[in-house]
């Protein structure tokens, strides 16, 4: 499946090269004032697969000091109980804890797609697509913005069009900031050429540099992002996403992708920085839009598969297969877990190795896209074709 190189039949809001999201990126809709009953689906995609069981750890299963003996230690000593469950938040997710504690937010531990490949780009594409299929001429965002007529509108925050919005009708707008992943190609070049005397082509060196530095240091592959922004400058970003939510409720299903999660090694370095920046953009988010706007939105952060569920030599973990999805909003009944947890014993592991998927991602998107699009199940059929029922 080759991705596509531009949008189909809205304009590329916004271009170049920027240090953040700011009005002068800012699409130029018109203020609209009514304000639609409908919900608003957000979905937050972790290209290169997070380690969920890094972020939430199952602490009381008696297999995890053993299977990961310096991943869980920080866990295990200092995390926060997520009541009910038998896990715990990582001390660098303690806000998600809170909110978990609220009830603003639920988790999946064993989410995933139908993909046996552990592919990075197989397991994205299943995902996007939503048809169980690797190839596909829409996208799952795309068909749900048709299934919602013409009151409902998409928009992408991406640094390039995402599968998801493919053949679709909805608005893109470059995501970029501090973390984005800048292509190394003849755009690069003119970049650094147009930079090279002034301060502006240091800065740009630097983070280049300490992008690349971080990529050799966790083993992580550059493709697996796809070109998404790093996780840094989320935060800054989402300040200036909330705004345009609140200008355009009818912006009713919105995608943001990031990358930056494969973590082959030096995992508790790396997660240990990317994930409060991760937690600082979903709570810019909530308070960005406001009461009222986070009751009416549903967020769902989520990565194309889990990772092992023992370290490696490398005091990382590989590419695995169940992984941990996010339910955060106003109203979505949090503080549980959604879908079992068969536990850590060799029995229970897929294939011996990683999480199991009982929780299909259809199911999931399914159960938000009804109760925030109102969708009934004839429509959640052709949306995501094969969904085996709602989470």
């Known amino acids: 499946m080759h991705r596509p190189a531009s949008p189909t039949r809205r304009q590329l809001l916004g271009a170049g090269l920027a240090l953040g999201l700011g009005n002068a990126l800012r699409p130029a809709f018109a203020l609209e004032t009514d304000t639609p009953r409908d919900g608003r689906l957000i979905v937050i995609f972790l290209r290169g697969a997070l380690d969920g069981l890094f972020a939430f750890a199952p602490v009381a299963d008696p297999q995890l000091p053993s299977l990961r003996p310096s991943l869980s230690r920080e866990v295990l000593s200092n995390g926060i109980p997520l009541a009910g469950s038998g896990f715990a938040a990582h001390p660098a997710c303690r806000a998600l804890a ?26 994205q594409d299943l995902l996007e697509l939503g048809n169980g299929q690797t190839q596909g001429r829409q996208g799952f965002l795309a068909r749900a913005g048709e299934a919602a007529g013409a009151h409902v509108r998409s928009i992408g925050f991406s640094a390039s069009p995402p599968l998801t919005l493919q053949g679709g009708d909805a608005e893109l707008m470059p ?6 992943q800048v292509r190394h190609d003849r755009t690069l070049d003119a970049i650094l050429a147009m930079h090279s005397q002034q301060r502006s082509g240091k800065a740009i060196e630097q983070a280049l540099s300490s992008q690349a530095e971080l990529e ?29 939510f609140r200008e355009q409720p009818r912006l009713g299903m919105a995608f943001i992708d990031l990358g930056g999660f494969d973590t082959h090694a030096e995992e508790e370095n790396a997660l240990g920085r990317s994930l409060p920046q991760l937690t600082e953009g979903l709570l810019a988010l909530r308070e960005g839009l406001g009461a009222t706007e986070w009751r009416r939105t549903q967020v769902l952060v989520c990565s194309e598969f889990g990772r092992t569920a023992r370290e490696n030599g490398t005091r990382g973990t590989d590419h695995g297969h169940g992984g941990l999805a996010l339910l955060l909003g106003g109203t979505i009944a949090g503080g549980r877990q959604i879908g079992d947890f068969p536990g850590l014993s060799d029995g229970q592991l897929n294939e011996g190795r990683d999480l199991r998927v009982t929780v299909d991602w259809r199911s999931l998107l399914g159960r938000m896209l009804k109760e925030t699009q109102g969708f009934d199940m004839a429509t959640l059929q052709r949306v995501l074709p094969g969904i085996p029922g709602l989470a």
């Open 216 to 244: 050799r240091a966790t083993g992580m592959d550059p493709k697996a992002s796809r070109g998404a922004a790093g996780v840094a400058g989320f935060a800054k970003a989402a300040t200036t996403m909330t705004r345009i």
């Open 175 to 180: 995501l970029s900031g501090s973390g984005l």
């Open 98 to 123: 809170d909110l978990y504690a609220t009830n603003e937010l639920a988790f999946a531990p064993c989410f995933g797609t139908t993909d046996r490949s552990r592919s990075h780009f197989q397991a």
